[in-house]
């Protein structure tokens, strides 16, 4: 393998790294919103999921374990914004984000201890034969297998979105819940199992980073990812497809910040640093614009409360 | 069993009743949480709620504290009456601190009556030009303000950062990452001998006023409220969604651009890498705590400057973590959340099994 060769794998490499956790979250928040659900939490049940898998990786040494704190982590905090928003019939805009304000707050308070401990990341898993095919063997079949996994998981959503039964109630849910009760089915189940879904792939997207991505615990790790998040499932007009291919390209725009300097580009760090940022609003000003399109698009309902009617 | 029976009216006692009540559940939940974390609860309460406000100088270290979230909070409750779901205004608060600032070190030693009235306006200017991007992309674009808002107030922070590294840096500073001192003519006047109170206290009071009249005594403010709860009727009396929208965005945007420069030039005075310990956040909290109503939010906002001082003391006294604050604030709004159910719904008991 040449030294370019080399640089460009490993540049690859990191962009795969980076979208990873965005993957994750956008992929649960789009099956959330399909079931006419807004959980503006993602950012603060990414740094639950954070906190919770760091530390429970750290204490038993496993990082499998770890991955299922941080999962239930945020599996947990999705639950409290449900209970609030399902049963109690809050505003989901101001329930969720007090979701994130409490997990901001909760994450600081609980990873305390755990600021400066090393962790040595999720160990890789090379797939065998594959990982033997020049440059892109080591750029796709050498990861940990949580980004093998974020991969399955959204081609398992989009299989169940469109091809299921389950998925055709989930949809139905979020567009007309009215017509969906009528026909018997649990609007308020359906949409508390898609809240938790959510609240596990935040979770894991959460673990992600500081198992793998970081890998360490800091106050605010997140920085912004689950409303990055958020805006990426504006970005994939609610399709799993697309939103792999946002995932990817904002991973490619955040380690263009730290390559800049590698391949000559002299700018102070904190303007590479706000290029996702600028960048998501760029993208969500671009799709946004075509009304026609977001309204095809977006599931009917979302955001509103149901109330159901005997 | 308990179940909930829809109230034939939204109850008023309940709404002033819920904000008292999510009070006393935090304040429980808190005592619950100095437990776990090992802190003798009696300890942790009075470090918490009483020690910071037993002195005159805490008192007004409260001020200190309450003024910038009221008078945020008391602009954001406008636009979250209409719907407009700004939670940039940290964003909007930090390009006041960057404007007003800069105006303060271009006229640095100038002792003239103008320098801060003009770091006034130009911080208000500056808040409002942030403000006004979100509104801008949202009335021609169609994008999500609450998104734009959020991702502008990172780029704000970033933006102070690069600035206090590099232009604004204090010349003989040694490097370090700070502007100089405001001098005299730049920094706000105290109002209390011996205090850190200055006059941004009055000014938040006077913003509750203005505020006040405004969404009461105004056709604007009657808009604002038909277009928030009922956007089809206001569209047809006229009332146009995307002027409220600017409105909304604009007015939050000066209000936190103000409270960013009184920041910069009455507490802090000089420009630092952070200017605020989240108050464009919190203040989304003290809106709601406060029923989007001005004078609520008088009270709400006192409640959560106890909540940042609690913190401090907590952590000087009994070595917590400052984290504790957005713990207590997250809850509260959880809390308050919760208890707002009892508005539109009564809790009744129900014996499982018997008929109705």
Known sequence: MSADNSMLVLIGLSVITAATPLVYAAIGELVVEKSGVLNLGVEGMMLGGAVGG??????????????????????????????????????QVATGL????????????????????AYEGIPTYAIPVLRDIPVLGTLLFEHDLMVYGSILLVVAVSFFLR??????????VGDSPEAAHALGYRVILVRYLAT??????????????????????????????????????????????????????????????????????????????????????????????????????????????????? | MISLQPRQQPSKLMGLLAPLLALLLTVLAGLVLFALLGVPVGQGFYAFFIEPVSSVYGLSELGVKAAPLIMIAVAL????????????????????GICGGAVALYFYEVDAWYVLPLMMLSGVLGGMLWAAIPALLRTRFNANEILTSLMLTYIAALLLSLLVHGPLRDPDGFNFPESRLFHAAATLPNIMQGTRLHIGALVALL??????????????????????????????????????????????????????????????????????PGYGFTAIIVAFLGRLHPVGVVFAGLVMALSYLGGESAQISLNLPVAVTGVFQGMLLFFLLAADVLIHYRLVWRRTGVAA
């Open chain 2, 77 to 96: 409750s406008v636009g979250y009456r209409s719907n407009v779901w700004n939670i940039g205004a940290e964003g909007q608060l930090i390009l006041g």
């Open chain 1, 54 to 91: 760091f530390a429970v990786a750290h204490l038993s040494g496993s990082a499998l374990l770890g991955v299922l704190a941080g999962m239930l982590s945020g599996m947990l905090l999705s639950l409290l914004f449900a209970f609030l928003t399902l049963h109690l019939r809050s505003s």
């Open chain 1, 98 to 117: 007090a979701l994130t304000l409490f997990g901001i707050g909760l994450s600081a308070l609980l990873g305390q201890p755990l600021i400066g401990v």
């Open chain 2, 207 to 276: 913003l509750v006023v203005v505020t006040w009249v405004l969404l009461s005594r105004t056709l604007l403010g009657f808009a604002l409220k038909v277009n928030g709860q009922a956007p089809r009727a206001g569209q047809y009396a006229g009332f146009t969604q995307n002027r409220l929208i600017w409105f909304s965005l604009l007015y939050c945007g000066a209000c936190a651009g103000l409270a960013g420069l009184f920041e910069v030039a009455g507490p802090i005075g000089q420009l630092l890498p952070t200017i605020s």
């Open chain 1, 196 to 310: 938790l879904f959510g609240g596990a792939c935040a979770g894991l997207s959460g673990c992600y980073l500081s198992m793998a991505y970081a890998p360490m615990w800091a106050e605010n790790l997140s920085a912004g990812r689950g409303w990055i998040a958020l805006a990426l499932v504006v970005f994939a007009t609610w399709q799993p497809s697309r939103l792999l291919f946002g995932a990817y390209l904002f991973g490619g725009i955040t380690i263009l910040q730290l390559h800049a300097q590698a391949i000559g580009i002299n700018v102070p760090s904190q303007l590479m640093s706000m290029l996702p940022y600028i960048a998501t609003i760029i993208v969500l000003v671009l799709i946004s614009r075509d009304r026609g399109r977001i309204r095809k698009n977006a599931p009917a309902s979302i955001g509103q409360a149901f109330h159901p009617t005997k």
């Open chain 1, 163 to 172: 091809s299921t039964r389950a998925g055709l109630i989930l949809r139905a």
